[in-house]
């Protein structure tokens, strides 16, 4: 699942970005304040569906959803043309392509009855989970996404003790999954899969 395109609709400091990702690597690069954690949050809650599809009876995984502070708030000039007050938008909408034509989006409304002038859905997204799911359960079992997101918080490591008592069950295939959207990344959840694994 490697991404082609991103498109934001009213999220943060964006009106309207659609932004083109290369299959390899893809380097933003602006100013303080020119929008470089936007689109980095962006990436992970449009990834986040992804993950609650994954989800099964045997392993939940979620990732981060819309917050307040993710709608765009647009001054109102007064006469004079200095800011009097600000309005949020209507909705913030992330929209996701793949480079294989797969498409979706996820957008949350700031009041009842508001939606986006486009909305894709996700239900070409949960045909394709739908696959992946079925092969969990076969020999082949064949290959999981995989997300490494580091926030603008950055990394820190807290080496954990030896397997205490743990809500996740570490022998299930998509527990390696288990946070890989949170923006602090504190790399807990991956050490006590590594050592289940060990």
């Known amino acids: 699942m490697k991404l082609k395109r991103v498109t934001l609709n009213q999220f943060r400091c964006f009106g309207h970005l659609e932004l083109e990702l290369h299959p390899r690597l893809t380097v933003l690069v602006a100013k ?22 994954l989800s099964t009876a ?8 819309f917050k307040n502070t993710d709608f765009r708030v ?9 800011p009097e007050r600000s309005i949020t938008s209507d909705y913030a909408q992330v929209i996701m392509e793949t480079v294989d034509g797969l498409a979706w989006d996820h957008w949350k409304p700031t009041r009842s009855g508001i939606e986006p002038a486009t909305k894709i859905g996700q239900t070409e997204l949960t045909a394709s989970i739908r696959k992946i799911l079925d092969r969990l359960d076969t020999p082949e079992r064949g290959l999981l996404p995989i997300f490494a ?21 570490y022998t299930y295939p998509t527990s390696a999954l288990e946070g890989a959207l949170d923006a602090l990344s504190n790399f807990r959840e991956m050490l006590m899969w590594f050592d289940a694994e060990e």
């Open 32 to 53: 303080n304040g020119g929008g470089k954690t936007a689109v980095l949050d962006a990436l992970a809650i449009g990834l986040s569906p992804v993950l609650r599809l």
């Open 58 to 65: 045997n392993q939940r995984l979620n990732g981060p959803g």
């Open 74 to 82: 647009q001054p109102i000039p007064d006469l004079w043309g200095k």
């Open 149 to 169: 997101y580091y926030g603008a918080r950055r990394g820190w490591i807290e080496v954990p003790e030896r397997l205490r008592v743990s809500k996740n069950n």
